[in-house]
């Protein structure tokens, strides 16, 4: 059985045996899958990770789009203390498409806020294509967060006040960049929402609203595609064209697409599938159908 350290741990590569494929911290397991390539030792956390590699291993021996690194994160809440991340470390691959599923409480949205930096880890670094980020100042991870990420969530999180239209315009303003009408009335026509653009989110049905929010996270031509369940509040038959969108920009766009989900179907899509338990990964990438139903949804 591994027993964790619960304590505050500084990042330090020296002692980590990392898994090359998804990120994994394994110094602590003694049974880890060992291969040696071109001389060089790996270690995996499981066989789905020894195959991807070996597939690819030119891809797997660079460092990853973004790395997260022994990431902790603790809420204080009127004097309880919750460990939400606990030495967190995972790798995600430029292009893949990456499921995170797991118990409800295990962490997957705290680490997509952090991932995407929204929110600040209490410890732990995070590189962006091999890159120390966690350093940048506020206003530098504002402009980064703007310029790389787009953000789906399951409310939507629209501004109820602003038409569809602004609400898609507001991460152009906020990166000063030049509203282009014509460019954005294409895209509600594409994504079939020509009629609803002037509309207010309150007059748009669940689809609409998360169909205004994939443009709106589209609008900066982000690099990576954030999802904390975005199917989740809609319709199967809706939610299969939103997630057949957002897939078909990881496929034919090229997006980094990565998707908090309770849903094996959606998982089963995916080239990545991350397990989340207690704040960090477990050696678990099958997607099981029957424990990811939600049991108080
Ligand atoms: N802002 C916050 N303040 C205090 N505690 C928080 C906060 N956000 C999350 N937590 C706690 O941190 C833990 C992880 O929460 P998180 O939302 O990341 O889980 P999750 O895996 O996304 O769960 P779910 O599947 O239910 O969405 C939970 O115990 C949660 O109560
Ligand atoms: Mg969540």
Known sequence: MR?????????????????????????????VVEISHQEKKFYFCERACE??????PDRFQKRPLIELADIWKTFNLGGV?????????????????????GASGSGKSTALNILGFLDQPTSGNIFFNGKDVSKLSDDEKTEFRSKTFGFVFQQYNLIPWLTAYENVTLPLIFSGKKVEAKKIETSFQEIGLRERSTHRPFELSGGEQQRTALLRALANDPEIILGDEPTGNLDSETGNKILNMLIDLNKSRKKTLIIVTHDADIAEKADQVITFKDGHLVRDHQVRKKTYIRPFA
């Open 3 to 31: 027993q964790r350290n619960t304590q505050l741990k500084t990042y330090s590569n020296s002692d980590r045996k990392i898994d090359p494929v998804c990120g994994m911290n394994l110094s602590e397991y003694a049974d």
């Open 51 to 56: 195959e991807r590699f070996k597939k690819n």
């Open 81 to 101: 203390e919750t460990k939400a991340l606990a030495g967190l470390d995972l790798h995600i691959w430029e292009g893949d498409f990456v499921a995170i599923i």
